[in-house]
């Protein structure tokens, strides 16, 4: 195989992945059934929740990226960042990688950092966001009690240590190297670091109350327990490169962690929620594709003020 083909193939296995299982689902699930209950559901009630969902998210999540990207990349401010973020969060549609991957870009041109330097910035944020929503399943596990899986707890357990951790205990192991990739760990001060991670685990617990409340609203009755404890998971599903425009891993990943309905019901309710959420994160974008992608491909660094 040329070196070409296999670029393409690399390019193209998360989508082809992504057809399989939901190609899959369909023939396990019946079409009709699934139409059925996306009309009989209260689709109507429920789409507020999902729509204002990248609003609310960004509101605390922009300022834990903030506080990464000032200490490391320059004198960002909180709607720099929410511009960004908005803007190349269309992409973010088609993966979570992908939406990485475009802010990383965007970011290197708005501040002139070099590669190395922003890849460690959006991998600090990156780790901090497995953090954030392992404490929140953590949490959930006690307050579940029996009901709940003890790997479960233990994954979730080792999922928020390590970077944690690695952001306390970073500027002390780190002092010595000089590695651009390692900056953020290095250079942001451990309570800082830490108050970050936890601000990304109250994000979370506002996606939990805002799923949890669409279910209800679409006429599902899952636990909210449930919905705390496998909803984080559930979110790292989908942002495996196996899941496109949210379709593919993430419809398995609800059948497998919430199985509190029939498998067409939840299949409707979350196909409604996938489209209703991407239309929130679209209306959200628009304003800003324009400046956003004209700084990207502007040859010339655009350092904040």
């Known amino acids: 195989m040329t070196d070409a083909l296999k670029k393409w193939a690399g390019r193209l296995a998360p989508w082809i992945l992504a057809v399989i299982i939901f190609v899959v689902l369909l023939r396990k699930y019946d079409p009709a059934e699934i139409a059925l209950q996306m009309k009989n559901g209260s689709w109507g009630a429920m789409l507020p929740f ?58 290197a041109k708005r501040t002139g950092a070099n590669a190395r330097t922003v890849s460690g910035s959006v991998l600090y944020g990156m780790g901090s966001d497995l953090a ?58 451990p309570a800082i670091g830490v108050a970050q991670t936890l601000g990304r685990a109250i994000d979370m ?12 609203a679409f006429g599902l009755h899952i636990p909210f327990i449930a919905f705390a404890t496998y909803m984080p998971v559930i979110l790292l599903a989908i942002s495996l490169p196996i899941s496109v425009a949210g379709f593919g891993a993430a419809q398995a990943a609800w059948l497998v962690f919430l199985p509190w309905a029939t498998g067409e019901q939840i299949l409707a309710f979350q196909l409604l929620w996938q489209v209703f959420l991407g239309v929130g994160n679209v209306v959200r974008g628009l304003p800003f594709v324009r400046s956003v992608v004209r700084e990207i491909n502007s040859p010339a660094s655009h350092r904040s003020p």
């Not at 003890?150 to 192991?173: D, E, F, K």
């Not at 617990?205 to 949890?212: D, G, K, N, P, T």
């Open 132 to 189: 954030g929503v392992a404490l929140v399943t953590f949490g959930a596990t006690f307050i579940g009690g029996a009901d709940i899986p003890s790997g479960v707890r233990i994954a979730a357990l080792i999922a928020a240590a390590i970077p944690i951790a690695l952001s306390a205990l970073g500027p002390l192991l780190l002092a010595k190297t000089n590695a651009p990739l390692l900056a953020p760990w290095r250079q942001i001060p």
């Open 50 to 107: 999902p729509f204002v969902m990248p609003f609310v998210y960004l509101l605390i999540h922009g300022y834990c990226d903030t506080i990464i990207y000032r200490t490391t990349l320059g004198p960002l401010r909180w709607r720099d960042v929410a511009r960004g973020r908005s803007g190349t969060a269309i992409l973010m549609l088609l993966g979570y990688v992908f939406g990485h991957g475009a802010m990383g870009l965007w970011l």
């Open 205 to 216: 617990v506002i996606v939990v109350v805002l799923a949890f409340a669409s279910a209800r």
